[in-house]
T-cell receptor
Framework: ETGVTQSPTHLIKTRGQQVTLRCSSQ?????VSWYQQALGQGPQFIFQ???????GRGNFPPRFSGLQFPNYSSELNVNALELDDSALYLC???????????????FGPGTRLTVL | DQQVKQNSPSLSVQEGRISILNCDYT??????FLWYKKYPAEGPTFLIS?????DKNEDGRFTVFLNKSAKHLSLHIVPSQPGDSAVYFC??????????FGKGTLLTVNP
């Protein structure tokens, strides 16, 4: 059973650019959640995808968007990057929707994004 | 407005002693609380949870206590081991089922 993987590990972008982060869910999981963890903060919920549809969103602007593919891998896209977007981006996969699977979210190691 | 607060950024204890990590929350609608452990360069891993209808949940060396009237929960680790050294996050589930995390507490267990 493979765990949750994320790519790339590190990324440097400049303000105004666009970025795509990728997540491969744990085998058998059909739900993925994305979190932003700024330095010195806890993870903040961005959104969740269940069976390829957005299913819950935190307080993030529309320039944060996502996709979930039929194989349940996922992408997080951020447009018009701002300096404050610099953070560790975590994805977590689970079986079932957020309210069914709170305990059993498996997190990836994260992608460290730096915006200059 | 931080709804989940971990006021101690760090905690240091001796191996074999008890570690007590604290968490306070402000939203009375939270119905489920979780603790996660995070090692450097790894994602958080689920440790233990408690429903708002309970006041204690125990799993081996780990026990979580919930005081709803005080909006306070704590994680007890007994006995503490050097491998427990990590950042511990408290998280709470709200009415929209999303998780709200605290800022974390760095626990260091000294041999």
């Amino acid at each position: 059973e493979t765990g949750v993987t994320q790519s790339p590990t590190h990324l440097i972008k400049t303000r105004g650019q666009q970025v795509t982060l990728r997540c491969s869910s744990q085998s058998g999981h059909n739900t993925v959640s994305w979190y932003q963890q700024a330095l010195g903060q806890g993870p903040q919920f961005i959104f969740q995808y269940y069976r390829e549809e957005e299913n819950g969103r935190g307080n993030f602007p529309p320039r944060f968007s996502g996709l979930q593919f039929p194989n349940y891998s996922s992408e997080l896209n951020v447009n018009a990057l701002e300096l404050d977007d610099s953070a560790l981006y975590l994805c977590a996969s689970s079986w079932g929707q957020l309210h069914q699977s709170t305990d059993t979210q498996y997190f990836g190691p994260g992608t460290r994004l730096t915006v200059l | 407005d931080q709804q989940v607060k971990q006021n101690s950024p760090s905690l240091s204890v001796q191996e074999g002693r008890i570690s007590i990590l604290n968490c306070d929350y402000t939203n009375s609608m939270f119905d489920y609380f979780l603790w996660y452990k995070k090692y450097p360069a790894e994602g958080p891993t689920f440790l233990i949870s408690i429903s708002s209808i309970k006041d204690k949940n125990e799993d081996g060396r780990f026990t979580v206590f919930l005081n709803k009237s005080a909006k306070h929960l704590s994680l007890h680790i007994v006995p503490s081991q050097p491998g427990d050294s990590a950042v511990y996050f408290c998280a709470a589930r709200g009415s929209n089922y999303k998780l709200t995390f605290g800022k974390g507490t760095l626990l260091t267990v000294n041999p």
